[in-house]
């Protein structure tokens, strides 16, 4: 498999997550390491480390069921061991309050951009998450 492929593999997880709601991948594929940090499209808005990026990842992938995505044009770009991708995506899917037993269609046209870090294999160093 060339970096190219390997390196989307990764950000497709990330999403997949989504849909198979096999969560402990989220904790293979990010860097864990205090340099970690990401942005959402979702509050809180504040820059998150690698803990609180895993917890509201969880959450939000719990929260939302007939979750799908699309990633469109992503453009990888390697230096060595560092790899950057930006790309369009779009996430669908039902957010649901098991409280209120009601639910809300969603979908979130967004920009996303990933640096990933090769130690050994690839792995989710930053990402940041926009809304358009």
């Known amino acids: ?41 979702l509050p809180p808005y504040d820059l998150k480390d690698y803990q609180n990026t895993i917890e509201l990842e969880e959450l939000k992938f719990v929260s939302i069921s007939d979750y ?25 899917g039902m957010l649901v309050d098991t409280k209120a037993y009601t639910g809300e269609h969603m979908e979130i046209s967004g920009r996303a951009t990933f640096v990933l870090v090769k130690q050994p294999t690839w792995k989710i160093a930053h990402i940041h998450l926009s809304k358009i």
């Open 1 to 41: 498999m060339t970096d190219n492929e390997e390196i989307i593999n990764v950000i497709e997880t990330l999403f997949q997550a989504g849909i198979t709601k096999e969560l402990s991948l989220l904790r293979d594929i990010h860097l864990n390491d205090p340099r970690f940090s990401s942005f959402s499209d």
């Open 68 to 92: 799908s995505y699309e990633i469109k044009n992503p453009k990888i770009s390697v230096f060595g061991d560092t790899a950057v991708v930006a790309l369009e995506l779009i996430q669908k």
